[in-house]
Structure formats: C-alpha cells, structure tokens
T-cell receptor
Framework: DGGITQSPKYLFRKEGQNVTLSCEQN?????MYWYRQDPGQGLRLIYY???????QKGDIAEGYSVSREKKESFPLTVTSAQKNPTAFYLC????????????FGPGTRLTVL | DAKTTQPPSMDCAEGRAANLPCNHS???????VYWYRQIHSQGPQYIIH???NNETNEMASLIITEDRKSSTLILPHATLRDTAVYYC?????????????FGGGTRLMVKP
C-alpha cells in the first residue's frame, strides 16, 4: 500500500522540549516537504528537500530543523526556539522538485502544554 | 506565483453539481491552476490541475476561461463526503522549492 505516513497523529510536549515528527514515503519520490497549518489558515512551507542529503529553508524555517539521510524519510524537529509550535504539521512529497503534483500525508497535530 | 481569490464558503445540495469559482487575474503564461481539497483534520488531497485546456478526471472537471483569468472546479454529483475546504492554487512551471501557496480556500458544505 503506497503512500505517505506521518506519526504520531497527535503529539503533546512540554514547553522547552524538542520533538521530532516522522514522515515516511514509499512512492520513490525525490522531493519532500514540510508545511505548517494554523487554525483556519492555509499552509506555510517550513523546509523542503529536492534530493537525498539536501534540503532548503522555506518561508518559516526558524525554530525547525530537518534531515534527509534516506530518500524515503524526512523527519522534522521542532526545537525549543520555535516560539509558537502548536499547529498542524503536514508532510508532502512529489516525484521531482519541479512541476509535479505534491501528495500529502495525514498530518501530525502538535500541542505544546 | 499569482494570487487567487475564492469565495469563503458555499453550500450545495447532495447529488447536485458543485461549481467552485476561482479568480486569478494576474496569472502568467507559464502558471498552472491546481485544485486541492482538505477534509477537516486531514492532509490536503490533490484533485486536478490544468494550464489552459479544460481537464476532467474521475474526481472533477476544471474549466479555465479563454483569457485564463478565472477557473471553475466542478464536482458533478456532490456527496456529503465532498464537504471540505477547496483550495485553488496558481503555480509557475518552476519555482524554488516547488512551493504550493495555499490561500484561504472555499469551505464547501454539501447538505442532504
């Protein structure tokens, strides 16, 4: 069953802690993306990766970090430097980093207590 | 990428066609029109995209005006499961990061 998986679906953390969100795809896509969505808002790009071992900052990268050691995995770490981390986080992938359609995972809802 | 304007909300009766408009008056020649939808608390789902010709797939039809300044997404027989926020996105043939810029979208409510 091909697709993009994100885990966990709900995540709670205490203020000041780092937390890592998982994103895995078995679609053999080169490009992967992380977006953030706040209530009633559209999506904003955090980081993207066009190929293994490469990634670039999006519009709101401050307080986040990523790695792309494997083609199928693109984990996102929300650090304690992120001032407002409570949000819905969405991972996506596309065949290539150019014009291809992006396919999204189910999302992780992070709540900071 | 060009900006899009969509009505914030629309209602549609179950079984009827849902026609969702989108204005993109500043679209340029190399920009595609994409439609995604997002059901509450789920990831966005790709629906359809086009450049200048009308497009149809198993989910919907996309009608783009001849001047490309606006488009309409048509769900031919709306069901309750089509209730979602629908996003119209205009995106260049290539932009750094293949970024999708999501605006506010149209909240479609399909009613029995």
């Amino acid at each position: 069953d091909g697709g993009i998986t994100q885990s966990p679906k709900y995540l709670f953390r205490k203020e000041g802690q780092n937390v890592t969100l998982s994103c895995e795809q078995n679609l053999n896509h080169d490009a992967m993306y992380w977006y953030r969505q706040d209530p009633g808002q559209g999506l904003r790009l955090i980081y993207y990766s066009q190929i293994v071992n490469d990634f670039q900052k999006g519009d709101i990268a401050e307080g986040y970090s990523v790695s792309r050691e494997k083609k199928e995995s693109f984990p996102l770490t929300v650090t304690s430097a992120q001032k407002n981390p409570t949000a819905f986080y969405l991972c996506a992938s596309s065949i290539s980093p150019r014009t291809d359609t992006q396919y999204f995972g189910p999302g992780t809802r992070l709540t900071v207590l | 990428d060009a900006k899009t304007t969509q009505p914030p909300s629309m209602d549609c009766a179950e079984g009827r066609a849902a026609n969702l408009p989108c204005n993109h008056s500043t679209i340029s020649g190399n920009e595609y029109v994409y439609w995604y939808r997002q059901i509450h608390s789920q990831g966005p789902q790709y629906i359809i995209h086009g450049l200048k010709n009308n497009e149809t797939n198993e989910m919907a039809s996309l009608i783009i005006t001849e001047d490309r300044k606006s488009s309409t997404l048509i769900l031919p027989h709306a069901t309750l499961r089509d209730t979602a926020v629908y996003y119209c996105i205009v995106r260049a043939t290539y932009n750094a990061g293949n970024m999708l810029t999501f605006g506010g979208g149209t909240r479609l409510m399909v009613k029995p």
